[in-house]
C-alpha cells in the first residue's frame, strides 16, 4: 500500500502546480493597487518679468495727411497752366523762366536819374547837382526810349581879389528825351537830349560876377555809357558815364556827367 502512495501523490502535485500558479495571479481582494512613485520634480528657471515699453514715446510723431494717390488709369486734372492736364517734361521750368523775363522786360518802367559834376577853370568853379525822372518804353529787350523832366542845381565860386570867393546859386528846369541799348549783357550805350530853362550869373564887362541872375534856353545833348546791376526782376541800379557836347559857360552839365539811375519795370 504504501508502494502507491508515492506515485499518487506525486501525480497529485503534478496536476494541481498550474492551478496554484494562476491562483497567485488573480488580485487579492481589500488590497490598494499599486502607485508607481513620481520621480521628483525639477523647479522650472526663472523667467524674467517683459519689459513694458513707453508707448508715448514710441509713438510716431504726427505727420501731415497726404493727398491720397490718383488709382491708376485715372484721367489728369487740368489746370490754368496745363489746360490738357498732362506735365510735359520742363515745362514749370520754362513757364517760370518766361514769367521772369516778362517781369525784367516789361514795356514800360520808371527811369529816375542823379546827377552829380564839378568843373573849375579861369577861377570859376562850378558844382552841379540834378534830377531826372523819365517814363520808358522798351521797343524790344535791347532798345528803349522815353521822355521825361529835369531839375538841376548849379553852385558858381568866383575868386575876388581879396582872396575870398564868392557863390551864386541857380536852378534850371527842362524837358528831356532819352535811347538806351544793351550792347552787351549788362553794359548800355546811352543818348540823351534835354532843352533847359537854365539860370545864370550876369558878369560886368571887367569879367566880375554882379550878384545877379538872367535865364537862357539851353540845348544839352549827352552820350555815354552804362552798367546796370540787377536788383530783382522788376528792378535795378545803373551808373552812367556821359560827355556833354555842348559844355561852355552856359552849360549847366559839366563834364563828364556822372549819374545814379534807378530803374522800375511797371505793367506787364
Known sequence: MKRYLLPLALGAVVFLAPSLAHAQEKPVLNTAPTVPTPAPVQPAPAVPAPIIADTARLRPAATQP???????GALPTPSYNSPSGFELPEREQKRQALQQHAEMYSKYFVYTGLGLGYTSYY??????FSMSPAIGYRVTDKFSIGPGISYAYNNYGYDTSINTTQHISASSFGVKVFAQYMVYKQFFAHAEYESTRAEFPTYYSNGAPTGEKTSIQVQTPLLGVGYRSQISTRAAADILLLYNFKDDYNSIYPNPVIRFNFLFNIGH
Open 66 to 72: 497726404q493727398p491720397a494717390a490718383a488709382p491708376a
Open 123 to 128: 577861377g570859376i568853379s562850378q558844382f552841379s
